[in-house]
């Protein structure tokens, strides 16, 4: 080879690198396109090669395995391909600049060089970049305008690799450089062809990390599932070099699923519930549990979870997510079925990718905002509930979107990644309709069962998601349409006394108490059993502080949204001046808060009533009052 001061600093040999550790690289089971650019190789005209794939695909291990046969003298070769040398080019590495020469200067050196060396095959990954890289002051003298002359008259030879959609974005918007290249396309492995390449690499693993084929099914099977913007065989092959270190790590003489799985869960934030398939008690116990959390919507919780249980036993449509459409007053629930789902199904609250719909109401800015964050919230988190708070606020193009999201479970990002939403639990609320659902619930139960007052009250109810916008073909593709009743006074006492329960976790956990139920009241001031109390000698009528939040913040048209609001005002506020006063004093105070209320309540006569919330600090041992749940 005659002098290449130019090549020797800005390429690398591969036929050096690959002679040295033969073994550590290469492609298996690539005969087909392997024979392919070696024909392109040996053509006499249109002598270079675009190998096209996914990433991840190998399209450089194809690269490496056509060096692997040139230094083994394989007979799939030409004998004019038998003595050459590729040779690797970044192209970010011709930016340097030294004295007298720059980027354009570099590359034109390299291309002497290249001529002078006939036996050299210049081999350029991520091909693109030839596109407008080193072009300067709007001249239009890129890389692929100085490379282009000296391949078309055949001077050298370039082996290229890039993705499918971006040698359609950049080299056929050239026309001259696509015609210069001849094409090699690399498809995704199939699962079958991945685990032939992962019993390869296995095989020729040290005795002591062994990997039975159970974990090479694991690892093709969760690879494949949820992995999804990667490809085979890369994808499963870094999974395997993952799990390894995670076995020895975990002091495994045998790979395990836990190894692999883990893995999984870190990364892909995919719940260990769903990779350990441990879900028989989840389902059916994912009624029970979400009603602890969403009081008083047994029908519409039913209806979701029935269709959770039939999605998980595989009778469901598996190729898009379930999908819902929780309709109702403000403040009914809807929201919080969200976050139960979030939490009893895929096993954690922050499984929960919560977008205001709002937010995306103007046309095209819209709708690539939203596909953005959706894709890259959902990357990332795959299995999970994703929460659309007021659907009808966003613009029509962005439910087109969404449309195209339910119909095939997936959407591609800005970079070309195909995204899976498929296994995504899809909640969208509304109040649309809240005004005929209040109507509704007013009238009887047999009113309400009636088979042809349903039937009427459903017509009536999807005019009036059209009348809001909604296109028919965006309502026929949600899977449910649920109906959120409003709350009676019974459900909102039980809200009241499960937000009052964790306000006095919450305190229990600085050493202080909150009593408020009634029978508590009672065992403290016996008198508070007939509505009385006695204070300096007078009789005061006195109620429970759960029927005076009610009364202070519930409103059948806004739900018990307006209930923290209450609770702050009447209860916390109160606690928290007095535990921040004795902080600031250093004077102890008694550290049981017992509310109730003072005063007469509403009645027909006095629709306001003249009540308030009164409380007394007492120093209790706790242990030994019935403090009752």
Not at 108 to 130: C, G, R, S, T
Not at 188 to 216: C, G, M
């Amino acid at each position: 080879m005659t002098n290449t001061p130019y090549l020797d600093r800005f390429t690398t040999s591969l036929n050096q690198i690959i002679s040295a550790q033969p073994d550590e690289y290469g492609a298996f089971g690539r005969d087909v396109e392997l024979g392919r650019l070696v024909r392109i190789l040996n053509q006499h005209k249109k002598n270079s090669a675009a190998i096209l794939g996914e990433a991840g695909v190998g399209k450089t291990a194809l690269v490496e395995e056509l060096v692997k046969r040139i230094i083994t003298q394989d007979d799939i070769l030409h004998e004019t391909l038998l003595d050459r040398q590729v040779i690797s080019l970044e192209l970010a590495s011709l930016m340097e600049s030294t004295a007298g020469s720059g980027f354009a200067s570099n590359l034109h050196h390299i291309v002497d060089e290249v001529k002078a060396n006939p036996k050299i095959l210049l081999f350029i990954d991520e091909m693109h970049e030839l596109i407008g890289t080193g072009a300067e002051g709007g001249s239009g003298m890129d890389a692929g305008n100085i490379l282009k002359p000296a391949i078309g008259r055949g001077e050298i030879q370039v082996i290229g690799a890039t993705t499918n959609n971006e040698f359609r974005q950049y080299i056929e918007s050239d026309n001259a450089m696509e015609r210069r290249f001849d094409k090699v396309l690399l498809d995704e492995f199939t699962p079958s062809q991945t685990r032939a390449t992962l019993k390869r690499i296995v095989d020729d693993l040290p005795a002591s990390a062994e990997v039975p084929d159970e974990a090479l099914d694991t690892i093709i099977n969760f690879s494949d599932r949820y992995i999804t913007t990667h490809f085979f065989p890369e994808k499963a092959i870094t999974l395997l070099d993952n799990a390894l270190v995670e076995s020895k790590m975990n002091n495994h003489s045998v790979m395990m699923e836990s190894d692999i799985a883990s893995i999984i869960h870190e990364r892909y934030h995919v719940p260990m519930s769903v990779l350990t398939e441990e879900d028989d008690e989840r389902l059916f116990q994912l009624y029970e549990r979400m009603q602890t959390q969403v009081i008083g919507q047994d029908a519409a919780l039913k209806k979701i979870v029935t269709s959770i249980r039939v999605r998980a036993a595989g009778l469901g449509d598996m190729t898009k997510p379930l999908s819902f459409l929780l309709a109702g007053t403000p403040g009914v629930g809807k929201t919080e079925t969200a976050k139960a789902i979030a939490t009893h199904y895929f096993g954690d609250e922050r499984q929960l990718i919560r977008f205001d719909m709002s937010e995306f109401k103007f046309a095209k800015q819209s709708m690539a905002r939203f596909a953005e964050r959706a894709a890259e919230a959902v990357k990332f988190n795959p299995y999970s509930v994703l929460l659309l708070d007021e659907i009808e606020k966003a613009d029509p193009m962005v439910l087109d979107l969404l449309l195209q999201i339910l119909d095939d479970g997936r959407l591609t990002n800005e970079r070309g990644q195909t995204i899976n939403f498929k296994d995504l639990i899809v909640v969208m609320t509304t109040n649309i309709g809240h005004q005929l659902i209040i109507e509704r619930a007013a009238k009887s139960e047999a009113y309400r069962h009636d088979p042809q007052h349903q039937e009427t009250f459903g017509k009536n109810f999807e005019n009036a998601l059209l009348g809001a916008d909604l296109r028919q073909e965006f309502i026929s593709r949600i899977g449910a349409t649920i109906i959120f009743e409003p709350l009676e006074i019974p459900n909102v006492k039980k809200i009241i006394d499960l937000k009052l329960s964790r306000l006095n976790k919450q305190a229990q956990r600085q050493g202080y108490h909150l009593i408020y139920r009634d029978q508590d009241v009672i065992d403290l001031i016996p008198s508070f059993s007939d509505s009385l109390e006695y204070v300096n000698e007078q009789v005061v009528e006195s109620h429970s502080l759960i029927d005076f939040l009610v009364d202070k913040g519930y409103r059948k048209s806004l739900g018990v949204r307006p209930l923290d609001d209450s609770i702050m005002d009447f209860v916390q506020a109160r606690m928290a001046e007095s535990i921040l006063n004795e902080r600031r004093t250093g004077k102890a105070n008694c550290h049981t808060f017992v509310f109730r209320a003072w005063g007469a309540p509403p009645d027909e006569t006095h629709p306001k009533g003249s009540w308030q919330s009164v409380v007394t600090q007492v120093e209790l041992d706790t242990q030994k009052v019935g403090i009752h749940e």
